[in-house]
């Protein structure tokens, strides 16, 4: 039985030269069309599929490997809908039917990561964030966790291009903790710190290699639990990265 991949190039990449060399057959389809691979890695007797790539293919493609009890490895997924139903930003979650494994930090889990550094530092922060869906679930989740308020530092929850990077770039030179989504953005007058949840090198091949290492050694679901995951398929105490920009 062959492990399925639903990933970019670099990961797939990664991902085979783990099964290769544990002598587990791979079968990679691409990123292109998730919800068809999902569908022919369950019609094609997967033992386990890793991937897809981005949170909302992840939840759409659940729709088709859960049912049929499928391992499925969310390399760098922070959506909390994906595995969860009891936090803000779960409107419409996925049905994981306990299947799911995170390989990340949830946003969730960075919210209260970001409260909690400011909290040992003794700052208070100017909460800025989109009004698009990912702002206001995030502002949510940091609201949730408690983020102190005040005037040292701006806590930044942004896409690029939008309108909430101007006004952050306005408070020059207040520096900037930001979450991953405003990479590509640059704030060329402030100091800037980026939580990010994937380990150092090219995002994602680190948490792909390490899906493969575990599907290799096992498909059942309580084992693969038992190697470091909650009863929802989230990673027990995942790191966050706390990066200069």
Same mark, same amino acid.
């Given at each position: 039985m062959a492990v399925h991949s639903i990933l970019p190039?670099?990961?797939?990449?990664?991902?085979?030269?783990?099964?290769?060399?544990?002598g587990v057959?791979?079968?990679?389809?691409?990123?292109?069309?998730?919800?068809?691979?999902a569908e022919r890695a369950v019609t094609g007797g997967a033992r386990a599929v890793i991937g897809p790539w981005r949170s909302r293919a992840v939840a759409e493609a659940v729709e088709v490997t859960?049912?049929?009890?499928?391992?499925?490895?969310?390399?760098?997924?922070t959506w909390v809908g994906v595995?969860?139903?009891d936090e803000p930003g779960c409107d419409d979650p996925?049905?994981?039917?306990?299947?799911? %494994?995170?390989m990340v930090a949830r946003d969730a889990v960075v919210a209260e990561r970001i409260a909690q550094r400011l909290r040992d530092a003794g700052q208070g922060a100017r909460l800025i964030a989109g009004e698009h869906e990912y702002g206001v679930q995030v502002a949510s989740q940091l609201?949730?966790?408690?983020?102190?308020?005040?005037?040292?530092?701006?806590?930044?929850?942004g896409l690029p291009g939008e309108p909430e990077n101007d006004a952050a770039?306005?408070?020059?030179?207040?520096?900037?903790?930001? %979450?991953?989504?405003?990479?590509?953005?640059? %704030?060329?007058?402030?100091?800037?710190?980026?939580a990010l949840v994937y380990a150092p090198g090219p995002t994602g091949v680190a948490e792909a290699r390490r899906a493969a290492a575990m599907v290799a050694e096992t498909t059942d679901l309580e084992a693969l639990r038992a190697m470091g995951f909650d009863e929802h398929g989230d990673p027990l105490d995942?790191?966050?990265? %706390?990066?200069?920009?």
């Open positions: 190039p670099e990961p797939t990449r990664a991902v085979d030269e783990v099964l290769s060399a544990k057959p791979h079968v990679a389809h691409g990123d292109h069309d998730p919800v068809g691979a859960a049912p049929a009890g499928l391992p499925l490895f969310a390399p760098v997924a595995t969860r139903t996925a049905d994981p039917r306990g299947t799911v %494994f995170r609201r949730m966790a408690g983020l102190p308020e005040g005037d040292d530092v701006i806590v930044l929850v770039r306005a408070l020059a030179p207040m520096p900037i903790l930001a %979450f991953d989504g405003i990479q590509g953005e640059r %704030f060329p007058d402030q100091e800037v710190t980026i995942p790191p966050v990265y %706390f990066n200069r920009y």
